[in-house]
C-alpha cells in the first residue's frame, strides 16, 4: 500500500547505517517532503478510491527512483 511504501522510504531514509547514509542531504530533503506532503494528502483523502491511491503511489514512486538509483549506480 502506498502508506506502507511512504513509512518504509521514511526508515530507510533515516536509516544511518544504510540508505540514510549514502543518500545526498538535498535528496534525502526532496524525498522527506515529498514523504510529509504523500501522507498529508492520505489524510485529506481518506475517502479517495483505491485507483487515487495507486496513482498517487506511482507519482511517488517515478519520483523517488532517479534519485535511489543514482545512490545505488555511484
Do not use: H, R
Not at 533515516?14 to 540508505?19: M, Q, R
Not at 506532503?37 to 495507486?54: C, P, V
Not at 517515478?62 to 535511489?68: D, G, Q, Y
Amino acid at each position: 500500500s502506498l502508506e506502507n511504501y511512504l513509512y518504509s522510504m521514511k526508515g530507510q531514509l533515516n536509516d544511518d547505517d544504510g540508505l540514510g547514509k549514502k543518500i545526498d542531504s538535498d535528496d534525502k530533503s526532496t524525498l522527506m517532503e515529498t514523504i510529509a506532503n504523500t501522507i498529508k494528502w492520505m489524510e485529506e483523502n481518506k475517502d479517495a478510491s483505491k485507483e487515487d491511491f495507486e496513482e498517487k503511489k506511482a507519482m511517488v514512486e517515478k519520483e523517488f527512483a532517479p534519485i535511489i538509483s543514482k545512490v545505488y549506480q555511484g
